[in-house]
């Protein structure tokens, strides 16, 4: 009989994808500063994450030891959202997703530092052929250009995310995924509370409406499938499985919000998603094989 429980964390990743991939769209369609529209996310899906862990009675804090690991992973995860929400913004959703998911590039760069492998040559092809990419998807090389500004916040925001996963990774045998996720959302909302004091809190019923989808369904329920994946797969796996992710999230603003796209765009997009698949398949076989001859 077929063993359906080994799929579980295959569909459980995709679904997180999936899920995911709306940010782009609350990111555009949220009338705030992305710094307060974080804060709302965190606190929101933060709230969910820590009852439903009462619930099941996992509420308790983190080992002293991890303290640092918690605060470190939280400041990369606000920094990585306020950022990414600030590039769509500026760049729309189709360059600041696709500048976004560069990540598993950065991943296979700085996964090695982590675990004392080698990089390769290959590493430095990839890297060239990404920056290909991005330079079809800039419409003007000039830091004065609000696009050009999106797509490096964007980068800023991959290099962020990467170090995250990884440092997840590390830590995911010792927590489950709900909990790193929980924790990790209350710091970041401790984190945003001077927004508070900065921006008007002038919130239609609308966007109240977006930000708790943003918060329950792109952040609680995907983010909590995403990290609890980890345990199951390497972060350059799972890198792999969300090259799709940026397709979906323009799709998402194309459909929803008529986002135009042009040539440069679509071709510069398919060298950086095709880029990072490729990068990503040859990261795994190369971890698969250290592991086979351990």
């Not at 890297?127 to 500004?149: C, D, H, K, T, W």
């Not at 019923?205 to 977006?210: H, I, L, P, V």
């Not at 950086?272 to 592991?291: D, E, F, M, P």
Request: aromatic content about 12%; overall charge positive.
């Amino acid at each position: 009989m077929l063993n359906k429980s080994k799929y579980y964390p295959f569909i459980e990743l995709n679904l997180s994808f999936i899920l995911m991939s709306t940010s782009g769209l609350f990111g555009k369609v949220i009338p705030l500063p992305p710094s307060l529209t974080i804060f709302f996310r965190c606190l929101i899906a933060a709230t969910l994450l820590f009852l439903y862990l009462k619930l099941q009675r996992q509420a308790s804090l983190p080992a002293n030891r991890d303290h640092r690991f918690f605060l470190i992973s939280s400041i990369l995860l606000t920094l990585h959202w306020v950022s990414y929400f600030q590039a769509i913004k500026m760049a729309g959703v189709a360059l600041a997703m696709l500048s976004l998911f560069t990540y598993p590039i950065f991943t296979s760069i700085l996964e090695p530092l982590f675990f004392g492998t080698r990089h390769s040559r290959f590493e430095l092809v990839f890297s060239i052929m990404v920056l290909a990419g991005l330079v079809l998807i800039v419409p003007e090389f000039s830091l004065a250009n609000r696009s050009m500004q999106g797509v490096l916040l964007g980068l800023f925001s991959a290099v962020l995310y990467a170090v995250r996963n990884i440092m997840n990774r590390q830590h995911i045998t010792h927590y489950s995924g709900t909990k790193i996720m929980c924790f990790q959302l209350i710091l970041s909302t401790l984190f945003l509370v001077p927004t508070l004091f900065i921006y008007p809190l002038e919130i239609s019923t609308e966007s109240w409406g977006k930000i708790v989808l943003l918060a329950i369904v792109t952040t609680a329920i995907a983010h909590t499938l995403f990290v609890k994946a980890l345990s199951s797969f390497t972060a350059s796996t799972v890198s792999i499985l969300s090259c799709l992710t940026p397709v979906y999230g323009i799709l998402w603003a194309v459909w929803i919000t008529d986002e135009q796209l042009n040539e440069k765009t679509v071709w510069g997009g398919l060298i950086i998603i095709l880029t990072t698949v490729a990068q990503s398949i040859r990261h795994y076989h190369k971890q698969k094989n250290a592991v086979e001859h351990i």
